[in-house]
């Protein structure tokens, strides 16, 4: 683990692994540790991986104002991690949630960014809807599943507003290609890896700006990996495609049996996409 001390003096925590390229990790969650991204299905092997711990996540030092937390707010983080690391550009990876924060960067900072990745991306930042109707499609390529029957209808009761904690426990296999002994344990570590209050402020009022977002991505020509979950309920491909479609130079790839985490559910085939890309 090594730090640096952000914008506010906030003492940020990230962590470096594997040879080659930097390529700064950005992680989802909202707000989780960025130790779930593992080393990215072994990436690591191609790239050395550089993993930011968001402030009050992880290793890194709750902030005094905690309105620090907001998307548009954290940009300035990852700023102080690039003169940290004293590049003059770099690749970032952003997932989930993530992905927000890369293009809040992209946005800000367009000329510090070489090579863009965007896993299973999360839309909000550029008002993208995901439609009921393709996360349904996506839930019913899982009907041979043994757990489908319980986790389908915890699914319609949310959709529905008939939550109850319950149902988000039911509907987790959704998440992954493989609800096997690797997925759980990775879904169970999410409780201790996740700043709930962080998380809380992440979205809220003034961290988007979707048409500026997108006015910025138009304008940006350095290449663009979007990287969809074929069975990915949270971002679904067919929406993920329209992120795409916002940059002059991306490249979509919809990875086979893979849900939210495609580096989990095929690793081999996570890294010679990302890779190749980024070679």
């Not at 900072?109 to 499609?137: C, I, K, M, Q």
């Not at 319980?150 to 319609?156: D, N, Q, T």
């Not at 290449?223 to 971002?235: F, I, K, Q, R, T």
């Amino acid at each position: 683990m090594a730090t640096f001390s952000a914008f506010d003096g906030t003492t940020l925590a990230y962590h470096v692994s594997g040879q080659g390229e930097p390529l700064v990790c950005l992680p989802g969650g909202p707000m989780q540790d960025s130790a779930y991204l593992g080393d990215l299905g072994g990436l690591g092997a191609h790239r050395r991986l550089i993993m930011l711990d968001l402030r009050g996540t992880g290793e890194s030092a709750e902030p005094k104002d905690t309105g620090s937390y907001r998307c548009d707010r954290l940009v300035d983080d990852v700023e102080a991690l690039r003169a940290h690391l004293g590049l003059e550009r770099m690749d970032v990876l952003g997932h989930s949630a993530g992905t927000n924060l890369a293009l809040r960067y992209v946005e800000r900072h367009p000329d510090r960014v070489d090579r863009l990745v965007l896993v299973t991306p999360s839309l909000f930042g550029v008002g993208v809807t995901v439609p009921g109707e393709a996360r349904r499609e996506a839930a019913l390529l899982r009907r041979d599943e043994p757990w489908f029957a319980e986790a389908f209808a915890a699914l319609e009761d949310i959709v529905a507003g008939r939550a109850t904690e319950g149902s988000w426990q039911a509907i987790a296999p959704f998440a992954y290609g493989r609800w096997d002994a690797a997925a759980r344990a990775h879904r169970a570590a999410e409780a201790t890896q996740r700043n709930q209050q962080a998380a809380a402020v992440y979205g809220s009022e003034g961290a988007f700006d979707p048409d500026a977002t997108r006015a910025a991505l138009a304008g940006f020509h350095r290449p663009v990996l979007v990287l969809a979950g074929e069975l990915d309920l949270n971002s679904p491909p067919g929406p993920v495609a329209e992120l795409a479609a916002l940059f002059p130079d991306a490249r979509l790839v919809v990875q086979p049996g893979a849900g939210h985490f495609p580096w989990l559910d095929d690793g081999s085939r996570f890294v010679a996409a990302v890779e190749g890309f980024l070679s």
